[in-house]
């Protein structure tokens, strides 16, 4: 099945500057990655999401970039402020299963005022 | 409209004791997962229903049970449970993907 690894497993950074959290995939049938935000004692977010036919994805802040080649994606976070912290999870998504998603293990982002 | 509901959201058992988690969405969407995370490991699929009427193994299932009550509703049973099931249980619904997640039941076994 899909394997997901996910880097790093913590992070700190200071209000202002820029995260990336990076994570590789093993399965290159997998066609979706998504990235969810979950905050302290509340069930995970969606806040970004590409698809296979796509490089790059970005949303404000946030940004998502997707090599197929090299099986690996990365959620990249300009401008950091602390109501950033929080777990980040990357997952992915298997053609032939659906919608099922196979996820890292999460990285445990601290913006630090 | 509330998104993924989960009840309850704390629950303490014995070993050997049964319960039923509950989950229910009102968006209409076909597919819906149960998983549970614990440190460092992230979310594992337990159990998971494409749309209603069936349901499927997920990486995780052993001590479990689904069902799919309905298009809105998908129960997660443990029949006798033991401490290592003491986790955190999110249900989760999508339409083809992206998937939401409900605020999860936090579950100890002792």
């Known amino acids: 099945g899909e394997n997901v690894e996910q880097h790093p497993s913590t992070l700190s950074v200071q209000e202002g500057d820029s995260a990336v959290i990076k994570c590789t995939y093993s399965?290159?049938?997998?066609?979706?990655f998504p990235w969810y935000k979950q905050e302290l004692g509340k069930g995970p977010q969606l806040i970004i999401d590409?698809?296979?036919?796509?490089g790059e994805k970005k949303d404000q802040r946030i940004a998502v970039t997707l090599n197929k080649t090299a099986k690996h994606f990365s959620l990249h976070i300009t401008e950091t402020q602390p109501e950033d912290s929080a777990v980040y999870f990357c997952?992915?998504?298997?053609?032939?299963?659906?919608?099922?998603?196979?996820f890292g293990e999460g990285t445990q982002l601290t913006v630090n005022p | 409209n509330a998104g993924v509901t989960q009840t309850p959201k704390f629950q303490v058992l014995k070993t050997g004791q049964s319960m039923t988690l509950q989950c229910a969405q009102d968006?209409?969407?076909?597919?819906m997962y149960w998983y549970r995370q614990d440190p460092g490991m992230g979310l594992r699929l337990i159990y998971y229903?494409?749309?209603?009427?069936?349901?499927d193994k997920g990486e995780v299932p052993n001590g479990y049970n689904v069902s799919r009550l309905n298009k809105r509703e998908f129960s997660l049973r443990l029949e006798s449970a033991a401490p290592s099931q003491t986790s955190v249980y999110f249900c989760?619904?999508?339409?083809?993907?992206?998937?939401?997640f409900g605020p999860g039941t936090r579950l100890t076994v002792l």
């Open positions: 989760a619904s999508s339409r083809e993907v992206g998937q939401f």
């Open positions: 968006m209409n969407h076909n597919s």
């Open positions: 229903s494409a749309s209603e009427g069936t349901t």
């Open positions: 997952a992915a998504s298997l053609k032939t299963s659906g919608s099922r998603l196979t």
């Open positions: 590409i698809r296979s036919n796509v």
């Open positions: 399965d290159s049938a997998s066609n979706y």
